[in-house]
């Protein structure tokens, strides 16, 4: 059991802003989140495996992280390593490269192949695959044609990709030029966050098959050694943004709720991987192409290593926490890699022998008979091996002659069980037809790689001989598919058929008898004899029984994911509801704000009115400034309310209203330096008298006259005039506040509304599949209660006829009895006879 390898990279900053508030540490394989100033922010400190800072080279990511996962695969490992991360924080980079330093694909690529050539006692033969996977369908970057592949699994190969073209390749730049034109089939589209973003995720595999060289003394290159093959997996990720950063909608949208489903799946598996064995319960990979594909990477048979890419700037420090949660939860899986080994029986023959040798050896010079009794046990035992081998080989070849008997009554089932599966496969509708088509380029692709292919190819140690490793698995290899066992593929789907139909649900047949019988002649009555054989009764039970465990299986799934939906259905609800609490809630804010205004309207013209109150004289320049002052900012109060009802009714954008507003302040500001104006050149004295008043004013106050009186009346005003302006800016700057605040929240209010269309789009498209989901549950349920009725209907026949047979037996029996008694009576009657004739006869001579 070995941890996944995790490491964190940080990309360099493309902008030139300095940082506000906070920025990301790289400290040795620590990075954590400081203040400006330099303090860390608790709780936002991550450790990895590394930490590779903004001036890491791919060349030092390649040599810490990936190197000894390539090496591992070239010893028959599995391996994986792959790039998670926001759009635009270098997972390209870190996986392609750029011209000037080579990203870990090709660093990988030519490791490989230096690695092999220093391996001298063993022969080499590499496949490479290029695939993407875009709106959760599997596209074949090596052939434009190959598009919605199928993902199968089998005992012996595993999980893999059916019809995936392969190319068998012996040089690094063979396969550096293959990349480059798989490139141009990639899907890139234009987002707000990378001008280029890859809108897929893609899987570059590498098949590393090998086999020992003979060095036999003997010569005999015709024997067979142990296949050692193992797959290696480098992944580019598609990126890990929220929608409503990227602003993308349309076909930008769809692609990013797929990428981001699909990396929901990733994280719920990696989640759940994290968790303890006994915690962890039902790990769904299936739930994803991309998971399913990477399942052997993650938490089985495979070494792995994880480059999560950030992205430095301070926008980006949500998705950046993301991130490292991601990193921080896949760090605590554990995997348990070990060397695939193709053993067959010449090569089990082969290890035996040389076991004996061995013991031979330790054996000479001593007279242990322990041993020497053990070497003919191992004799006897590799002697009994290969006659039971011989004796399979026969059974298997009847075996075979009494299948091809059986495939006629078969057919019927099969087409059953065929129907069956389609309906239940709902994520799989058209597999069908794939499936055809993915045969028919199959038999053309088989056609022509055979042709243009032959043995062109060949690893670094390839050898002429038409016998050997790599002629040999190179023949075969022509074919697309990945796994390097030699099966037809008709034979890839029955045994998907089958591998699905297995999973280990038990039908108790008592139980089942137990339904109401129906009449209903589901075989064809030429089958029905008394000849047929219990053993075909029981295949048939036994494939009717398989047939209900699919249909009950694939029940239990539909209900399990239905229920999964109902309550992500639920919780979409709550989120829905919690958005319209607060887009209700941002509505009303202009409202609230014109009630406010209204109100402090109000109070002003209260507050003047009493003011005004006090003032006895009309016609004084007081009374003037006040009536003035109370024109000014009525009409400053109606404005507000005018901006806010057009704020409310949004008859024009803000900037209008701003606009209005400036012009508004403008008039109000010349009315009120017009009346101050006519105000002070009311109360101003002639011009002789000016200094003297002036004087007297300056004088303290000290027994002011008529015009001194004046004078500071002027003063008093214009000390109240710069009151009012004050006043006015304050209110001025407050309504820009106000501008500001209704622009914010308008924004947000915007935002909010997008996303909650989303999360609509999102309910509906569940509700959709929900539906979709109880009609099949119900079409499976019917259908399993039809082949429930069927089997009662053939156990009951096959009751009958048994007991058919039975009374035959009886009668034949009973039969035979009296048979036997009257041949008895016959004999003795004769027996009788021929006494009598032999006495009556002597009697007659003698007469
Ligand atoms: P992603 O694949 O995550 O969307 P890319 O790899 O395309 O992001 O990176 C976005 C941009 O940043 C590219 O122009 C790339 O050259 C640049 N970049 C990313 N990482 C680095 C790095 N470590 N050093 C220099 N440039 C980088
Ligand atoms: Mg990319």
Redesign the pocket.
């Known amino acids: 059991m070995e941890k996944i390898c995790v490491a964190v ?4 900053s ?1 902008s030139s802003e300095s940082f506000n508030g906070a920025y990301w540490n790289v400290e040795d394989n620590r990075i954590s989140l400081h203040r400006l100033h330099g303090t860390p922010i608790s709780g936002l400190s991550y450790t990895f495996d590394h930490v ?1 800072d ?1 001036s ?3 060349a030092r990511v390649y040599e810490l992280l990936t190197k000894d996962i390539i090496h591992a695969a070239v010893d028959g490992f599995n391996g994986t390593a792959f ?1 998670y ?12 490269g ?1 011209e000037t ?1 080579a990203g870990i694909i090709s660093r990988a690529v030519k490791d490989v192949f230096a690695k092999i050539q220093m391996i001298s006692d063993r022969e080499f033969l590499i496949r490479v695959s290029y695939m993407e996977i875009y709106n959760e369908e599997i596209n074949d970057l090596f052939s434009v044609e190959n598009q919605k592949l199928q993902i199968h699994e089998s005992l012996e190969r595993g999980i893999f990709v059916s019809g995936l073209r392969e190319e068998i390749v012996n040089n690094a730049e063979q396969v550096l030029k293959l990349i480059e034109l798989g490139e141009v089939n990639r899907h890139f589209g234009e987002t707000n ?2 001008v ?3 809108r897929s995720h893609t899987i570059f595999r590498m098949v590393i098959e090998s086999k020992g060289k003979d060095t036999n003394s003997s010569g005999d290159s015709s024997s067979v050694d142990a296949i050692r093959v193992s797959v290696l997996n480098l992944v ?1 990720l ?2 890990s943004e929220r929608i409503a950063k990227t602003g993308a909608d349309g076909v930008r949208l769809k692609e990013g709720k797929y990428i981001n489903r699909s990396l929901m799946v990733l994280g719920n598996v990696i989640n759940k991987l994290s968790e303890g064995v006994k915690q962890r319960g039902h790990i769904p990979y299936r739930d994803s192409k991309l998971t399913r594909i990477l399942q052997p990477a993650l938490g089985g048979n495979a070494k792995t290593s994880i480059i999560c ?1 950030i992205a430095p700037e301070e926008v980006h420090i949500e998705e950046t926490k993301g991130t490292l949660q991601f990193a921080s939860r896949a760090k605590r899986i554990t995997n348990c890699a070990q060397v695939n080994e193709i053993l067959t029986d010449a090569a089990l023959l082969k290890r035996q022998k040389l076991e004996i040798e061995d013991l031979r050896k330790k054996l000479q010079g001593s007279h242990a008979e322990v041993l020497e009794q053990e070497i003919l046990k191992l004799r006897n035992d590799m002697l009994k091996y290969e006659l039971e081998r011989e004796k399979l080989a026969i059974e298997l070849e009847e075996e075979r002659k009494s299948h091809k008997e059986r495939d006629q009554r078969i057919r019927e089932q099969q087409m059953k069980i065929d129907n069956l599966s389609n309906l239940v496969s709902f994520s799989d509708l058209d597999r069908n037809s794939n499936q055809d088509s993915a045969r028919q380029s199959l038999k053309e692709e088989c056609s022509e790689s055979s042709v243009h292919q032959g043995d062109a190819f060949s690893t670094p140690c390839f050898r002429a001989d038409p016998k050997a490793f790599v002629v040999k698995r190179s023949n075969y290899s022509t074919l697309p598919d990945y796994s390097p066992l030699p099966d037809t593929f008709s034979n890839v789907a029955d045994e998907d058929t089958w591998q699905k139909m297995n999973k280990g649900y038990m039908a108790d047949l008592d139980s089942l008898q137990m339904t109401p019988a129906r009449k209903v002649q589901s075989f064809p009555s030429n089958d029905i004899t008394p000849a047929c054989s219990n053993d075909n009764f029981k295949l048939e039970v036994q494939q009717l029984k398989r047939q209900l465990e699919i249909a009950t299986e694939e029940k239990n799934e539909l209900e399990r994911k239905h229920v999964e939906q109902i309550m992500l259905n639920h919780q979409l609800m709550d989120e829905i509801s919690e958005l319209q609490q607060e887009a209700k809630l941002i509505q009303e804010i202009p409202q609230r704000l014109s009630e406010s205004v209204g109100n402090c309207k109000d109070v002003y013209e209260d507050i003047l009115s009493i003011v005004q109150s006090f003032v006895s004289d009309r016609e004084s320049s007081t009374a003037k400034l006040l009536s003035s002052t109370s024109d000014i900012g009525k009409s400053l109060f109606t404005t507000l309310e005018t901006h806010f009802s057009m704020a409310m009714d949004d008859r024009s954008s803000s900037t209008g209203n701003n606009f209005l507003i400036q012009e508004q302040c403008k008039v109000l500001y010349e009315k009120l330096n017009s009346t101050i104006t006519s105000l002070v050149l009311s109360e101003t004295p002639s011009s002789e008298n000016e200094e003297v008043r002036a004087q007297l004013c300056s004088c303290g106050n000290k027994g002011c006259t008529q015009g001194g009186e004046t004078a500071c009346w002027k003063e008093e005003l214009s000390n109240e005039l710069n009151t009012i302006k004050e006043r006015y800016y304050g209110l001025e700057k407050e309504l820009d506040h106000n501008n500001q605040l209704l622009v914010v929240s308008k924004e947000r209010y915007d935002i909010l509304e997008r996303e909650f269309r989303l999360l609509k789009e999102d309910r509906d498209l569940l509700h959709q599949l929900v539906s979709d989901s109880s009609q099949k549950l119900s079409l499976v349920t019917e259908q399993k209660e039809n082949v429930l009725k069927d089997l009662n209907t053939e156990v009951q026949r096959r009751k009958n006829l048994e007991e058919e047979i039975k009374q035959f037996s009886v009668a034949f029996a009973s039969r035979q009895r009296s048979l036997m008694s009257f041949h008895s009576d016959i004999k003795s009657n004769c027996e009788k006879l021929r006494t009598q004739c032999l006495v009556s006869l002597p009697k007659s001579r003698g007469c």
């Open positions: 990279r940080v990309r360099p493309v590779f903004e890491s080279t791919n790039a991360g926001q759009t635009s924080s270098g997972k390209t980079f870190t996986m392609n750029s330093d966050m990378n280029r973003s890859s580019d598609a990126g890419t």
